[in-house]
């Protein structure tokens, strides 16, 4: 591969891939039903280091809130089990109480939510954004009056916040690259374009053709809109195979559609990628299809709780923390030569998905895993966390 057509990619889609979260992915075009809080209260119906506050319980355990503005994807449930789950074991109930507060998908309704939290004797505030701009002026006013504030997955551009961001660029250059290298360099790639009017997928496709672009073999005979939908993406394949001869196809989201579209269609399937769904890596590695898979951590809401409670314990911590995760990989027997060199060049791994590890039949279909960078210190057990959703 070309380092100098990598690193325009990399460059060119670093900036959206930092702000636009996972849930945003799926909620820019829709609009979210009235979310109920959890947690232990009702929810309200209304750079540089930033220092940190003198706040804290007498008995050393801080009341952290965390505002999330979306509740109609798997993505943003998991992410509040997550955090809910952790926050609950004996390590956690010792530094912190957690309470959860969902809200409409719109900025004046998490103003009005983080209104009320700023009068609640809130320490901490972790919040999933619903806009990246309009919320800065209730955060600024949250951390003025001593309140930690931290951003994740959607995140804000107040310069008084702490972040905990994705920048997927890395990612899925490398989950390009192994869709370009399942045809050994060569072929008819289809690309879904997920919703080509949003930052997040505009990002996601550039990244993506940057690199078919670089392999002079590679011809992208078709390209549509699969809207991060699974009949979507499965019903636009579908039409595209009856014209067109396809030996690979980069999808947004969902490897499921590009593999039940080329059995309706009595052909294999093709490599393609998608998200961690455990529906996706399963279906792949069952039929022993090429695919990679991008991970978009739940446990972002973790981290911004770890961030919060270090900042109360007044220690130094990085204001604005970037992760490029590691890929997934169903390698099936591919030459995987090429993608360790890429692997490298980019600064991002893969792993090669086992069974039982990675992906299982005794998980949930929507399941995301994993929850949490390989080595960050606090980790999950996948089967806990499934247990812990099911019984909530």
Known sequence: MKKRLLALVLGMTMAVSLLAGCGSKETEQETAAPAASQGEDAAPTEGEDTAPAETGSSDGVYKIALSNSYMENGWRQEMEAVAEMVAATDEYKAKCVLDIYNTDNTVEAQVASLESLIEMDYDAIIIDCCSESGLNTTIDAAVDKGIVVVTFDSNSTSEKAYSIAIDSSKSYALTSTVIAESIGGAGNVVVDRGISSTSTSKGIYDTAMGVFNSYPDIKVVAEFDG?????????????????????????????????????????????????????????????????????????????????????????????????????????GGMDMTAVDAASKEIGVGYKIAEEGVDYSSEWPDQFLWPVLPKDYPVQVDAQDLVDFMASK
């Not at 951590?297 to 961030?307: F, I, W």
């Open 227 to 331: 809207e991060f939908n699974e009949g979507t993406i499965q019903n636009e394949f579908s039409t595209l195979l009856a014209t067109n001869d396809v030996d690979a196809c980069f999808t947004q989201s969902h490897s499921t559609a590009i593999i039940n579209a080329c059995k309706d269609a009595g052909i294999d399937p093709v490599p393609c990628n998608g998200d961690t769904y455990n529906s996706n890596v399963s279906a792949n590695a069952k039929n022993n299809v090429i695919g990679a898979f991008t991970p978009w951590y739940v446990g972002m809401s973790v981290m911004a709780m770890d961030t919060a409670i270090a900042v109360l314990n007044g220690e130094t911590v990085e204001q604005h923390v970037v992760i490029a995760p590691d890929i997934l990989v169903v390698d």
